[in-house]
T-cell receptor
Framework: DTEVTQTPKHLVMGMTNKKSLKCEQHMGHRAMYWYKQKAKKPPELMFVYSYEKLSINESVPSRFSPECPNSSLLNLHLHALQPEDSALYLC????????????FGPGTRLTVT | KQEVTQIPAALSVPEGENLVLNCSFTDSAIYNLQWFRQDPGKGLTSLLLIQSSQREQTSGRLNASLDKSSGRSTLYIAASQPGDSATYLCAVSTSGGSNYKLTFGKGTLLTVNP
C-alpha cells in the first residue's frame, strides 16, 4: 500500500457547522502534513506531525484543529469556518520528518457557505 | 525566507516536442528538491526527488537536474504527450530548526496539443 487516502472527497459546510477531514496512510510513515491550496495557487503548509506530535503550526487560526490519534491517521477538525477557508485541503506523509519524499493524498475540496 | 520561482507560468507545445521547465530558489541551503505533477482539482503526484548531494534524477521521459550553488533546477520532458498536460510544481525542503518544510513554486501549467 503506497498511497495516502483522504475522506471525504468533497465537503460543503455552513459557517456554524463542525466537521472533520480524515487522512490515512499505511506506509509506516512517521511524519504527516496538512496543506491548504487555493485555486491557481501552490499548496501552503498548515501543520506538521512528527511521531504523532505536532511539530509545526504555521500560525493557522484556531478554527482549524489538527489531531493525530495514531501513526496512520491524521484528522483536521473544522469549526466556525469562514467562506475564505474554502480550498483544497491536502494531506501528505513522509517516512520521517525532514528531507525525504512527501506523498500526497487526493485532497478534500471544502466549500464554506 | 525561502522563495521558489517557476518559469514559465504557462507553456503550450505540440505533441512530440521536448521541453524544459525551470525552477529557481533563493536559499541554497536546501535538503532536497521535489518535482510534482497536479491535474486540475486533484492531489499532487511526486515525479522526481533530488537530494541536495545529487545533480540529477531520471524517470522514463523525465529528467530533473539540480544546481544547488546557483539555486536552479530544471525538469526536462522528452517527446511530450497530451497526457503530460498538467500543472508542474517544484518544491524545496529547507530546515527550520529541528523541523523541515516544503516551499512550493507557483507552478507551470503545461498544455500539450495533439
Amino acid at each position: 500500500d503506497t498511497e495516502v487516502t483522504q475522506t471525504p472527497k468533497h465537503l460543503v459546510m455552513g459557517m456554524t457547522n463542525k466537521k472533520s477531514l480524515k487522512c490515512e496512510q499505511h506506509m509506516g510513515h512517521r511524519a504527516m502534513y496538512w496543506y491548504k491550496q487555493k485555486a491557481k495557487k501552490p499548496p501552503e503548509l498548515m501543520f506538521v506531525y512528527s511521531y504523532e506530535k505536532l511539530s509545526i503550526n504555521e500560525s493557522v487560526p484556531s478554527r482549524f484543529s489538527p489531531e493525530c490519534p495514531n501513526s496512520s491517521l491524521l484528522n483536521l477538525h473544522l469549526h466556525a469556518l469562514q467562506p475564505e477557508d474554502s480550498a483544497l485541503y491536502l494531506c501528505a506523509s513522509s517516512q520521517q520528518p525532514g528531507a525525504l519524499e512527501q506523498y500526497f493524498g487526493p485532497g478534500t475540496r471544502l466549500t464554506v457557505t | 525566507k525561502q522563495e521558489v520561482t517557476q518559469i514559465p507560468a504557462a507553456l503550450s507545445v505540440p505533441e512530440g516536442e521536448n521541453l524544459v521547465l525551470n525552477c529557481s530558489f533563493t536559499d541554497s541551503a536546501i535538503y532536497n528538491l521535489q518535482w510534482f505533477r497536479q491535474d486540475p482539482g486533484k492531489g499532487l503526484t511526486s515525479l522526481l526527488l533530488i537530494q541536495s548531494s545529487q545533480r540529477e534524477q531520471t524517470s522514463g521521459r523525465l529528467n530533473a537536474s539540480l544546481d544547488k550553488s546557483s539555486g536552479r533546477s530544471t525538469l526536462y520532458i522528452a517527446a511530450s504527450q497530451p497526457g503530460d498536460s498538467a500543472t508542474y510544481l517544484c518544491a524545496v525542503s529547507t530546515s527550520g530548526g529541528s523541523n523541515y518544510k516544503l516551499t512550493f513554486g507557483k507552478g507551470t501549467l503545461l498544455t500539450v496539443n495533439p
